[in-house]
């Protein structure tokens, strides 16, 4: 499987966009990197993960748009970048009824951490949203025609310790990257 990270913000070139003053550092590299094992994880319909810039990277490959920033262009009262501890929950996000992670967590709404200025902003056609925020933001997610391609907004990695929801999504990644049938 492929776990697509958070880190550096994704270029607004992948979505046709100028980059704005307000858009943080981009990591071409990175970019043209993961462009490449997307291509092949979807071409081959190997399992993928993305989490936080990895929604957004993913979103942004396959045809969607995003917002650079935020706080400037999409001005909300819901906290989408707390101070430590990380692991702790800020916002919560309604999950869609009978999507994925629905069933996997059997339930509506799911208390999240949050740490991003970058997110959503039209959704990918090749992408069917899992959850929103309260503020409408896409938080969650996945492929519908490829066997496990989910993404997620916020950090089940800095809660996997403290959140069973979080190591919930950890092990469907795994069970999906260990199945032998591919």
């Not at 704005?20 to 490449?36: A, H, I, S």
């Not at 009262?77 to 919560?92: M, R």
């Not at 949050?114 to 409408?136: C, F, I, N, P, R």
């Not at 933001?137 to 519908?144: D, Q, S, T």
């Amino acid at each position: 499987g492929f776990l697509f990270t958070g880190g550096q913000d994704v270029s607004p070139a992948i979505y046709g966009e100028e980059t704005l003053p307000v858009c943080g550092d981009c990591c071409k590299e990175r970019d043209e990197m993961e462009r490449k094992l997307l291509a092949l994880a979807w071409e081959q319909d190997k399992p993928v993960l993305g989490i936080c810039r990895g929604i957004q990277f993913i979103n942004a490959v396959l045809g969607g748009t995003l917002y650079q920033d935020l706080p400037s262009q999409k001005p909300s009262e819901v906290e989408h970048h707390q101070s430590p501890p990380y692991d702790e929950p800020i916002h919560d996000v309604r999950i869609i009824e009978n999507s994925p992670l629905h069933r996997l967590l059997c339930q509506m709404e799911l208390s999240v951490n949050s740490y991003h200025h970058q997110a959503v902003k039209e959704l990918s056609t090749k992408l069917d949203a899992m959850a929103y925020s309260t503020d409408g933001l896409v938080e969650a997610v996945y492929a519908p025609e490829k066997k496990y391609i989910w993404a997620v907004q916020w950090h089940p990695e800095f809660s996997f310790h403290t959140d069973e929801n979080s190591r919930k999504i950890f092990s469907a990644f795994v069970a999906a990257a260990s199945d032998p049938r591919g």
